[in-house]
Structure formats: structure tokens, C-alpha cells
């Protein structure tokens, strides 16, 4: 069953104002999820031989508090082997982008904006394509001043770890300690449509990330946003709430189990938004036969001279003189140089000026 896409937001994507942001989802099954990454985290620690209380931060884990057993687990990990262990996981090279993320180059998002760690959206791109962390400070300037297109780490980058952002005491460093970040993040919010792909209610990241920007603007983030999630089973009062607290509509599929089915929605999403292009300009109306004989006295005037070239070879003569017609309001700038006139199809000839010797 297609999930029902509502107006506003097709409108966005055919005007190319929609913003992606992609939470862990849209790397799964490539790779884990929150539970599944500190698990990981934890099995890790103990074939290390690393002192830690796993059963403690097991416990966290089961009480969904997902962002505290994350920042103790780096903790006591210390940063070397906390690096050691994200690199291990986000760089392995086997790992390729998904359907989702091959769809991404085809969609014209306005950006796309991640808290994924890994190089899956990059290597569906160009290499060419820019992609920033939020350390990049001039570059975010950059983009919040030209609108350009670009991919953003908002948590940080598998390939800068002094960029990776785990834990609320990261969070708050990342808001607070970068104005160009908190400008570009405001902006985006404020003036274009986001749409969140890849994310849930519990999802620890994209939580914490709503709470801090919230905190920024004042306790609205503007604009008319969308998220895809897993709808079928979902609290009706925790969906409510979290559509009222942060102005962001739920879509889904209250009949089908599991994750949706992202790529599946990004094709639907393409289909029905058609992206509207430039209408061309009409082409310029030939020159009359008057306009030509105005043209041709104002050139003699200036003292060009003109040759009449007659007959039907003069099609031929104007296309390897010139492919643009030339309008009367652009003589007077450009009477100077040699030029080709079509007139009119009454009047199978042209004058073309040549420079008085």
C-alpha cells in the first residue's frame, strides 16, 4: 500500500526546497542500529580485555537510555580504542551503498544533512560532490549563503574522529561551540522543508539533535516538516506529541510491518513530484521588413557599409553568420560589428553590415 504523500511536501521536492535527513535507518542492513551498535560496542570491550561494567550499561541499554550507555561505554573505552572501534566498524570495505542511497543523486534535495558516521551517502555521489562534518566552519558559512547543495555530518565523520559527536555532553558542545553550525542548522529549519528518512520516536539521535536545535530556535523550528517512520503499532499519544512538540507530520503505512520500505518511498516520492524546470524562452520573433530597413538606414548613418545578399541562398548565408537573430533594441551596442538580419519569410533576403574601409 502507498503511503499518502501530502502536497506541501511534493510541491517542496518539484521546487527543489526539500532537505533530507538521514538518521541510522537509512544504512541498515549495512550497518547496526543504536541497541545493536552498543552491543557490538560491548562485545568488542570484552575480547579487548577491557575493564568495564557491561552488566550496568546492559541495563541502560534495556531501560532505552541509549545515550547514557553510549557515553559511559566511551568513557571507559578511552578515546584510543573508542577510535579504534568506530573506525573498525563505519570503515570496513566491504561495505557499499544500498538501493536508498544510489535513489539519492536522482531526488534534487535542496542538501542532504546525516547523523550517520559512515561514507555510504558520499560514495553514492560524485566525488566531487562537497561533503562537511560540523567542524567545517567556512564551508557551512559558505553554504548557508549560497544555498548550494552539499552532504553534512552533523554528528561527524568516520574519517574525522575529532568530529564524531556521542553523547549529550557532545550534543551541546556541537550547538553551542559553533555559530556558523548554529546559523546553518537555523536557516535550514526555518526556510526549507526537512524530511527525515531512517529515524524513530526512540531514536537517541535524532532526539537529542530536535531538543538542542529546538533549544535554538526558541522552541519552534519553523517551516512545514515531514518524517517517514514505522507507523503501524505506534503510541497515537507519543506520535501526537512529538508532531506537536516539534511541528514535524508522521508518515507511514499503519498496515505494513517492519521499517518502511525507504527506497520503495523515494521512487514513489520522485514519481509524484515531478521537478519543474525553467519554462525556455520563446524564440525571438525574425526582424520585418521595416525593422530592416530602420536597421540598415541607422547603420549607414554610422557609416557601415551593408550588402543586400537576395534570394533563397540567404538562409544559408544568415545560419553560418550568425544562429541568433538580432533585435533592434540591441543595435545600437552592437551596430559596430558585422551581423546577420533574418527578416521576415514575405522577404527572402538580408542585408549584412561590413566595416567602411
Excluded at 63 to 83: H, K, P, Y
Excluded at 274 to 296: L, M
Excluded at 311 to 317: F, L, N, T
Aim: aromatic residues 8%; charged residues 25%; glycine residues 6%.
Amino acid at each position: 500500500m502507498a503511503i499518502v504523500i501530502p502536497d506541501r511536501l511534493r510541491q517542496s521536492i518539484s521546487e527543489r526546497q526539500t532537505v533530507l535527513f538521514a538518521g541510522a535507518g537509512m544504512s541498515r542492513p549495512q550497518l547496526p542500529g543504536w541497541v545493536e551498535l552498543l552491543e557490538r560496542m560491548l562485545d568488542w570491550a570484552d575480547k579487548q580485555s577491557i575493564p568495564l561494567n557491561a552488566a550496568e550499561i546492559r541495563e541502560l541499554i534495556r531501560d532505552n537510555l541509549l545515550l547514557l550507555a553510549a557515553q559511559e561505554l566511551r568513557a571507559r573505552l578511552g578515546e584510543s580504542d573508542f577510535r579504534l572501534f568506530l573506525h573498525h566498524l563505519f570503515r570496513d570495505p566491504t561495505l557499499q551503498p544500498g538501493p536508498a542511497h544510489r535513489l539519492l543523486p536522482q531526488m534534487d534535495f535542496a542538501a542532504i544533512l546525516t547523523t550517520n558516521y559512515d561514507k555510504l551517502i558520499e560514495l553514492a555521489f560524485p566525488p566531487a560532490t562537497p561533503a562537511y562534518t560540523q567542524l567545517n566552519l567556512p564551508e557551512l558559512s559558505g553554504v548557508t549563503r549560497d544555498r548550494g547543495f552539499a552532504i553534512v555530518k552533523v554528528h561527524g565523520d568516520i574519517d574525522r574522529l575529532d568530529s564524531i559527536v556521542l553523547g549529550q555532553p557532545d550534543y551541546r558542545k556541537a550547538m553551542f561551540d559553533s555559530e556558523a553550525f548554529r546559523v546553518f542548522l537555523i536557516n535550514t529549519f526555518t526556510t526549507r522543508t526537512v524530511l527525515f528518512l531512517g529515524c524513530s520516536l526512540t531514536d537517541p539521535d535524532l532526539l537529542a539533535f530536535l531538543d538542542e536545535l529546538m533549544f535554538q530556535c526558541n522552541g519552534h523550528l519553523g517551516g512545514a516538516h515531514f518524517a517517514l517512520m514505522r507507523t503501524k503499532g505506534m503510541n497515537a499519544l507519543k506520535r501526537r506529541n512529538f508532531e506537536e512538540r516539534y511541528g514535524i507530520r508522521i508518515l507511514g503505512d499503519d498496515a505494513q510491518d517492519g521499517f518502511p520500505d525507504i527506497p520503495a518511498f523515494l521512487h514513489q516520492l520522485r514519481t509524484e513530484s515531478p521537478t519543474s524546470r525553467p519554462a525556455e524562452a520563446p524564440p525571438p520573433a525574425p526582424v520585418s521588413d521595416s525593422d530592416a530597413q530602420d536597421i540598415v538606414g541607422l547603420l549607414e548613418a554610422m557609416g557601415q557599409r551593408t550588402l543586400w545578399i537576395k534570394g533563397p541562398p540567404a538562409a544559408a548565408i544568415i545560419s553560418s553568420a550568425s544562429t541568433k537573430p538580432v533585435h533592434r533594441s540591441a543595435v545600437s551596442s552592437r551596430a559596430t560589428r558585422p551581423r546577420a538580419f533574418p527578416l521576415s519569410n514575405s522577404s527572402a533576403c538580408t542585408r549584412r553590415s561590413e566595416p567602411t574601409t
